[in-house]
C-alpha cells in the first residue's frame, strides 16, 4: 500500500508539471498570435485551453481520492494538499492565455493595440512566457531561486502594467475607445498570469519548506491606514 501511495503522489507532481508545459506552450502561442495577429494560432491556443482544463479537474480528483484513502501526514499531506490549489492556479493561468488569444481573434486581421503600445505588449509576452518556463522548472525541481526569479519577472510585468495605464489615460492618447478597452484588457490578462505564477511559487516554497515565510510588514505603513 505504501508503494502505491508514493506512486499516486508522484503522478499528482508529474500531472503538475505537465500542465505547466502546457500552459508555458499557451502563453508562448497566445503571445506570438496577439503581437502578429496570427488567427489561427489564437483559435489554436483557445482550443488547446480544455486541454488544460481536463487534466486539471484530473489531478483534482487524484488529489482528492489520495486524501480520503490515504490520509496523509507531514510533508505528504502539503504536497496533495498544494496540489489541489496550485492545478487552480495553473487553469486559471491557462484562461489568461485563451483570453489573450480571444483578442487576437477578435480583432483579425487588425492589430489587437495601436503602434505606440506594441513594444510594451511585446515585452509583457517575453516575462509571461519566461516566468511560465521557470515555473515548470520550479514544480520539476522545487527550486526556490527559480521563485525569487519568478518574483522579480512579476514586478516588471506589473511597471508594464502600469505604464499601459499611464498611456491610456494621458492626454497625448489619441486610440478609440476600443483601443483602451483592448489595452488595457489585455494589459491585465498579461499582468494576472504573472500574479497566479508568484501565487504558485508561493505554494512550492511552502510545500519544500512547511513554512509561507511571509514577509513583515513595513515599518513605514501607518497602523491607521484604512483599506
Do not use: C
Not at 503538475?16 to 496570427?38: K, P
Not at 482544463?53 to 501526514?73: G, H, K, S, W, Y
Not at 515585452?123 to 522548472?137: N, P, V, Y
Amino acid at each position: 500500500m505504501r508503494e502505491v501511495f508514493q506512486q499516486e503522489l508522484a503522478e499528482v507532481r508529474e500531472g503538475l508539471v505537465t500542465i505547466a508545459e502546457l500552459v508555458a506552450a499557451s502563453i508562448a502561442n497566445a503571445t506570438r498570435a496577439f503581437n502578429e495577429s496570427d488567427v489561427t494560432l489564437a483559435e489554436s491556443v483557445i482550443a488547446d485551453d480544455d486541454r488544460i482544463d481536463e487534466l486539471a479537474l484530473t489531478l483534482d480528483e487524484l488529489a482528492i481520492n489520495i486524501l480520503a484513502r490515504q490520509q496523509p501526514v507531514a510533508r505528504d499531506l502539503r504536497i496533495v494538499v498544494s496540489a489541489l490549489r496550485i492545478s487552480a492556479s495553473l487553469e486559471r493561468m491557462g484562461d489568461m492565455s485563451s483570453h489573450i488569444a480571444q483578442l487576437a481573434r477578435y480583432r483579425f486581421p487588425e492589430k489587437v493595440v495601436p503602434k505606440g503600445l506594441r513594444g510594451t505588449f511585446k515585452e509583457m509576452g517575453r516575462l509571461d512566457s519566461e516566468i511560465a518556463l521557470k515555473l515548470t522548472e520550479l514544480l520539476r525541481t522545487e527550486d526556490m531561486a527559480l521563485a525569487e526569479q519568478i518574483r522579480s519577472d512579476d514586478d516588471l510585468i506589473d511597471d508594464l502594467h502600469l505604464s499601459v495605464f499611464d498611456k491610456v489615460l494621458g492626454e497625448t492618447w489619441k486610440g478609440a475607445a476600443v483601443d483602451t478597452v483592448d489595452a488595457t484588457l489585455a494589459s491585465r490578462y498579461h499582468e494576472r498570469f504573472a500574479d497566479h505564477a508568484v501565487s504558485i511559487a508561493k505554494k512550492v516554497q511552502y510545500l519544500a519548506t512547511g513554512d509561507w515565510a511571509v514577509p513583515p510588514v513595513s515599518s513605514t505603513v501607518s497602523t491607521t491606514a484604512t483599506v
